[in-house]
């Protein structure tokens, strides 16, 4: 069983930034993919960025040049650092894990960027 908990969440200023963490109950190396979703009110759920163990994260459109995806495999971690966050970021962000073909989430966290 593959447990995912996200923390870091919280509200912060238009421009300001925030550093989300996806602490897994298993070893990263056991991941095909880890990836970060983010679902605004009323909105689909839609990827923000994933990393695998073999090739440099990839980020959406809106994200790229602000958002940051790294991994700490000792402390078997993937963060998600935001920067230059702007209002339309607000949203539930939650991390996912494929181990094996299997979908595992986190529970989610809010991020509420106010302007």
């Known amino acids: 069983q593959v447990q995912l908990v996200e923390s870091g969440g919280g509200l912060v200023q238009a421009g300001g930034s925030l550093r989300l963490s996806c602490a897994a109950s298993v070893r990263l190396f056991s991941f095909n993919v880890m990836g970060w979703y983010r679902q605004a009110p009323g909105k689909q759920r839609e990827l923000v960025g994933s990393?695998?163990?073999?090739?440099?994260?990839t980020y959406a459109e809106s994200v790229k040049g602000r958002f940051t995806i790294s991994r700490d495999s000792a402390k078997n971690t993937v963060y998600l650092q935001m920067n230059s966050l702007k209002p339309e970021d607000t949203a539930v962000y939650y991390c996912?894990?494929?181990?094996?073909?299997?979908?595992?989430w986190g529970q989610g966290t809010q991020d509420t960027v106010s302007s």
């Open positions: 996912k894990a494929v181990v094996r073909g299997l979908d595992y």
């Open positions: 990393i695998t163990s073999i090739a440099a994260p």
